[in-house]
């Protein structure tokens, strides 16, 4: 149930400091000398402002963290946010990413080398939400460049359906809270009845595109022409190993949010 999950009457209600610390450096002389050398010297460099800085990717149902620690490293100056439900799992990634973090840190033998460089793992977080209820509450319109959808539950009866995390109301969020034009919605899962479905109701959506086969390959399948973000969730996702393990097939569909028609 939902009752004690806690969301954020808006996406401006949030914390993001608290998520992103070092994307976030204090803004005057009084909080500077409370920070990190580093989001000090960071703050001091570039005037920046706390507000600067938005969440880009989500990873709906990000499970046990794998794609936001994949994810990392191939886009370190995007924020990259996992959105769970389950409270132990959630827990689970939170306490992974701040262990990552620290331990990076205490490695690391010279401070990073530019102020807009930041220390590994920094730009990811996790959060518990029912994303079926909560999307808008967490980002703005036209906010996110690229949502994942890995392994999402099957529910394979049909009365269970509804339980699916694509549908054409969802699509229609999803919608939302992509860029027009730009924004994408990456799905793979081992079930082909539900690949079916996502793409479905995907191509279905008037916001909605399905891209071309040569952007749904991975960079290691196209002497790196095609998406590293491919690659990753079919690499470093919990459920994609496990397909591996298995000798399971993984069915991989990408759509692009199109531009909203002119007003008549
Ligand atoms: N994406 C991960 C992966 O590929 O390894 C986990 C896949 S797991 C099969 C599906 C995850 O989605 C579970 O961790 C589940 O708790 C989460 N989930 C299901 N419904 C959700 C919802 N409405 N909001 C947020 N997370 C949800």
Not at 20 to 36: C, I, K, R, V, W
Not at 86 to 95: A, G, S
Not at 178 to 201: F, N, S
Request: a negative charge; charged letters at 25%; glycine letters at 6%.
């Amino acid at each position: 149930s939902d009752h004690n999950l806690v969301y954020p009457a808006s996406p401006a209600a949030m914390d993001w400091p608290a998520l992103y610390p070092d994307f976030f450096p204090p803004n005057d002389e009084d909080d500077l000398t409370n920070a990190t050398p580093d989001a000090a010297q960071a703050t001091r460099a570039t005037g920046a402002t706390r507000a600067c800085k938005r969440v880009e990717v989500a990873d709906i149902g990000c499970g046990f963290g794998g794609l936001l620690i994949g994810l990392a490293p191939a886009m370190p100056q995007t924020l990259i946010l996992g959105l769970e439900i389950r409270d132990h799992v959630t827990e689970f990634v939170q306490n992974r990413i701040h262990a990552l973090r620290l331990q990076n840190r205490s490695s690391s033998a010279c401070p990073t080398a530019s102020p807009d460089e930041k220390p590994a793992f920094a730009n990811i977080a996790c959060v518990r939400a029912n994303t079926m209820k909560f999307l808008p509450n967490f980002f703005d319109k036209g906010q996110l460049q690229k949502i994942f959808l890995c392994f999402p539950d099957p529910h394979f009866k049909a009365r269970k359906h509804k339980a699916r995390i694509v549908s054409p109301t969802l699509a229609t969020e999803y919608a939302y809270v992509l860029r027009p034009g730009e924004g994408r919605v990456y799905t793979i899962t081992d079930v082909e009845d539900l690949h079916k479905w996502m793409v479905g109701h995907f191509t279905a959506h008037p916001s909605f595109e399905r891209v071309p086969p040569s952007e749904e390959k991975a960079d290691e399948e196209t002497d790196g022409e095609g998406d590293p973000c491919v690659r990753i969730m079919r690499t470093a996702t919990e459920e994609g190993k496990k397909v591996s393990r298995n000798g399971g097939q993984k069915f991989v569909a990408v759509f692009r949010r199109v531009f909203d028609p002119p007003w008549p």
